[in-house]
């Protein structure tokens, strides 16, 4: 049920297209919805029975035709308690949204569903994203499903086992001498004469509106509340900006009431252009000193900044950095807990500890982490760290040793 596209700096409005999703403002330009439309059909009693995707809400996705849905069984992840952590810290309640239990093991996922299911729907053939990896293995296998042929460009130092996902999936894939946005310049380069369809972060208005979902299925999973706090792991901004957007339409659409959650962006200490901003009181990229190890998080220039400053500031939440050896130890932290994160994940728990101990999360407060991929995805695929053993005897033997 969308109507057109709307500038989130300006306001301008505008019908909706493909391209061009920046506003002549340098704003980004998001998709608007008939929303009174969309609430004779989208109440909390028709969601009960609904598919357990992220398509249940599909008056608040830029698809015209059910047809054109290019769905892999993503979105409606579980949202996990942590009542061992909650005892531990102290905290009232906190959550973790599983979102490594998604189609190609990240919320990405999500994202490449509408993105490619949009692409369908304009006849779209041949698409090319920059990923610092998880885009890019989703755009493989959702491209692979709808029969489309995918283009990958990602940084060289990409995680060895979400380049072999990519394989996998039978999309095109290159390694660049560079960073992501070197990645992006190539397919800007290429786009005319290949006929790409450029799909990379805020290029198109789908993948915005994919993750939005995360926000549509974290106050339905939450019995139509809103937390206190969302701690996010943070690199080119759409899950932040995807989210803010779906607490929004629900309050339009009288579906929650209450405070807008304080949202907190969490980035390695080597790339960190949010939280510097965020102390600045405006958005400046990154131009150089980029030393972070090769996560999600790594975007020293996110297409649109300004935007994730914003939200930000209007939530009242805050950035943060820290540093590879907090992530390192709060991947153990979770997965002592059972929850397989990956470094961004883990970021999000390495800087849910350090907010409560500045006490800026106090203990009456309800948090919600976002684990946003697999721990497995990251690991050195050789790098087995557990002793071999043939026999009981063998096992036994190891023990006195
Ligand atoms: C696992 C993971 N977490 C977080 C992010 C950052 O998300 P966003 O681009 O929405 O800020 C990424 C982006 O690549 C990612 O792959």
Request: proline share 5%.
């Amino acid at each position: 049920m969308k109507c057109g596209l709307c500038c989130s700096n300006c306001g301008k409005r505008r019908t909706f297209q493909m391209k061009d999703t920046r506003c002549g403002c340098g704003g980004t330009m998001l998709v608007e919805y008939d929303l009174e439309r969309a609430s004779r059909t989208l109440t909390k009693e028709s969601l009960k029975n609904r598919q357990t995707t992220m398509w249940r809400y599909e008056e608040l996705l830029p698809i015209e035709k059910n047809e054109h849905i290019v769905s892999l069984g993503e979105g409606w992840t579980p949202l996990v308690r942590l009542y061992g952590a909650e005892k531990a810290l102290p905290l009232q309640k906190l959550w973790v949204k599983r979102e490594e239990q998604n189609p190609t093991g990240s919320f990405k996922a999500r994202g490449f569903s509408a993105a490619v299911s949009l692409a369908r729907e304009y006849g779209i053939r041949k698409v090319a994203v920059n990923s610092n990896g998880n885009a890019a293995s989703a755009l493989a296998a959702y491209a692979g499903y709808a029969g489309m042929e995918a283009y990958l460009f990602l940084p060289r130092d990409c995680p060895g086992l979400i380049v072999e996902e990519c394989i996998h999936y039978g999309a095109r894939t290159f390694l660049v001498d560079g960073l992501i946005h070197d990645a992006g310049q190539i397919i800007r380069d290429g786009e005319r004469d290949q006929g790409w369809h450029h799909v990379g972060t805020l290029k198109e208005p789908g993948r915005v509106e994919g993750k939005k979902t995360m926000g549509l299925e974290l106050a339905e999973q939450l019995g139509w509340k809103l937390p206190d706090v969302i701690v996010y792991p943070t690199g080119g901004g759409s899950g932040i900006i995807g989210m803010w957007n779906a607490f929004r339409q629900l309050k339009q659409l009288g579906m929650v009431d209450g405070d807008m959650p304080r949202m907190v962006s969490v980035q390695e200490a080597g790339c960190q252009p949010v939280v510097r901003s965020m102390a600045k009181g405006e958005f400046v990229a990154q131009t150089e000193g980029v030393t972070s190890k090769p996560t999600g998080m790594r975007v020293p220039n996110p297409p649109d900044g300004g935007l994730i400053v914003s939200i930000l500031q209007e939530s009242n939440g805050t950035a943060l950095s820290v540093t590879p050896k907090e992530i390192c130890d709060a991947q153990a932290d979770m997965g002592n807990q059972g929850i397989s994160a990956s470094p961004e994940g883990a970021a999000a728990w390495a800087g849910l500890l350090r907010l409560i101990d500045r006490g800026w999360i106090h203990k009456n407060d309800e948090v919600v982490l976002f684990n946003t991929s697999h721990a497995m995805k990251y690991w050195p695929w050789h790098a087995v760290r557990v002793p071999v053993v043939r026999t009981y005897q063998d096992w036994v033997d190891l023990h006195k040793l």
